[in-house]
């Protein structure tokens, strides 16, 4: 059974940094694809930012491109997502996603993806 743990969330002033954690248990890390994405109040999931297994490709959205980066330890079956220079636009509960196949052109969609963790609360104040 794949399991997915998200934790790292809190509350930062806008300008500060937090690091998402997302332990994957359960999946084999090749050929498959680790994403976060968010959903703010009264909005749709929004892809952030993915990792590609094989090659460690990485992919980001053009909201956070510059200012997350999101980097994978194998080891540790652990996929993080450092935020930097954050603000209250980025407040929304962060959901870690697993694919177990990777299409380039539906890494954003999250419909791509089957198996997901509970979220973290991510809250930046002004």
């Known amino acids: 059974e794949v399991q997915l743990q998200a934790s790292g969330g809190g509350l930062v002033q806008a300008g500060g940094s937090l690091r998402l954690s997302c332990a994957v248990s359960g999946l084999t890390f090749g050929n498959s694809a680790i994403a976060w994405f968010r959903q703010a109040p009264g909005k749709e999931r929004e892809g952030v930012a993915c990792i590609v297994s094989d090659n460690d490709d990485t992919v980001y959205s053009d909201s956070v491109k510059g200012r997350f980066t999101i980097a994978s330890d194998n080891a540790k079956n652990t996929v993080y997502l450092q935020m930097n220079s954050l603000k209250p636009e980025d407040t929304a509960v962060y959901y870690c996603?697993?694919?177990?196949?990777?299409?380039?052109?539906?890494?954003?969609?999250?419909?791509?993806?089957?198996?997901w963790g509970q979220g973290t609360l991510v809250t930046v104040s002004s």
């Open positions: 996603a697993a694919a177990s196949r990777v299409i380039y052109s539906m890494l954003g969609v999250p419909s791509s993806y089957e198996h």
